[in-house]
């Protein structure tokens, strides 16, 4: 069941950033079906969460909880899907994967944390791998629009380290509140953000909107990507420990990578492929103290129930 569950959310984030492309290619506002989308999946979740009495009506309205939506929801999927009009899925998806280099980051500069050798190497080798992807891009359009919008993906990720971090510190500050309903609480409180950024900054468009895949784009994104998506990782978390969910990052972004070439035609080349290998490497450089310790338990958990079975079996026999 657990490696089920991860393999179909690591799919689930993969294809969220093609899904969001088809649906900002078929003509919806990107800040309007940002909003209706996290708003839309906030409300059933919590809802949810009430109608199972696992939290209460009025813990909605802790501040942290709209602090996290606004770096979280609101900053990097802003940026995310304002870039999308103008870049692949595939370098969104890439982009998109240096989140956890920016917490490393802020960590060191804001938090004042000593970072380590290997996290500083593993940020060195992911930033070598975002000039990697983007410079031949550069040279090749010349499009200031298209180097604003990659900016703006990696903007987003200051928002999400932000979020990240007072994720950490609300749930270890409060140990028996449910991520599910944390995360449910900030999507309402950043889908809200960027449903009013939309009243402000957008405007009904001349041409019209390709209903069956803008419809299709923002149920698949509220239904499957932040419902189904963010509850599995909750449910990874509870099942197995913080750390293991969290190696979505290493397969997603190929996953998006892939979908992109095959299915819109998105340019990969020689640079671009190893770009992402580097980006990809500088988020799993910094982890490899953690994925050693839990290749050795899963070993020894191993060792334990091999031995176990052969006690188990010999006891029978006698």
């Known amino acids: 069941m657990v490696a089920f569950n991860y393999l179909l959310m690591c799919a689930i984030f993969g294809t969220t950033f093609l899904v969001i492309k088809i649906g900002v ?111 031949p891009e550069l040279h090749a359009q010349a499009n200031v629009i ?4 990659c ?18 510190r609300t749930l270890h500050r409060s140990p028996d509140l449910p991520p599910v309903a944390l995360n449910a609480a900030q999507m309402i409180y950043g889908g809200i953000g960027l449903l009013i950024l939309s009243a402000f900054a957008e405007r009904p468009s001349a041409q019209p909107i390709d209903f069956l895949p803008a419809a299709g784009s923002l149920i698949y994104l509220t239904v499957v990507g932040s419902m189904l ?28 990578l892939g979908l992109g070439a095959l299915l819109q035609d998105e340019r990969l080349s020689l640079l671009s492929l190893g770009g992402s290998l580097l980006v990809l490497a500088g988020i799993v450089i910094p982890r490899l103290p953690e994925l050693k310790e839990y290749a050795s338990s899963r070993r020894s958990r191993a060792v334990e129930a091999a031995g176990s079975s052969i006690r188990a079996s010999e006891s029978e026999s006698v």
Not at 111 to 122: I, P, T, V
Not at 151 to 168: F, I, K, P
Not at 231 to 239: C, G, P, T
């Open 146 to 149: 298209w180097l604003v919008s």
């Open 25 to 135: 290619a078929a003509g919806l506002p990107p800040f309007l079906s940002a909003g209706i989308r996290f708003a839309a999946a906030g409300l059933l979740l919590y809802g949810w969460m009430l109608a199972r009495r696992k939290v209460q009506f009025s813990m909605l309205f802790r501040k942290e909880f709209a602090f996290i939506g606004a770096g979280s929801t609101f900053a990097t999927f802003a940026g995310l899907y304002w870039a999308e009009q103008h870049i692949d899925s595939g370098m969104a998806a890439i982009l998109s994967a240096t989140g956890p280099m920016v917490i490393l980051l802020m960590q060191s500069v804001a938090l004042r944390q000593r970072a380590g050798f290997l996290e500083r190497a593993g940020c060195g080798i992911g930033l070598l791998g975002v000039v990697t992807l983007m410079l």
């Open 151 to 168: 900016l703006l993906v990696l903007l987003g990720e200051l928002g999400y380290a932000a979020g990240s971090l007072l994720t950490r």
């Open 229 to 256: 998506g963010h509850s599995l990782y909750a449910w990874l978390i509870k099942a197995t420990n913080a750390f293991f969910p969290s190696t979505w990052l290493y397969i997603s972004p190929v996953i998006a």
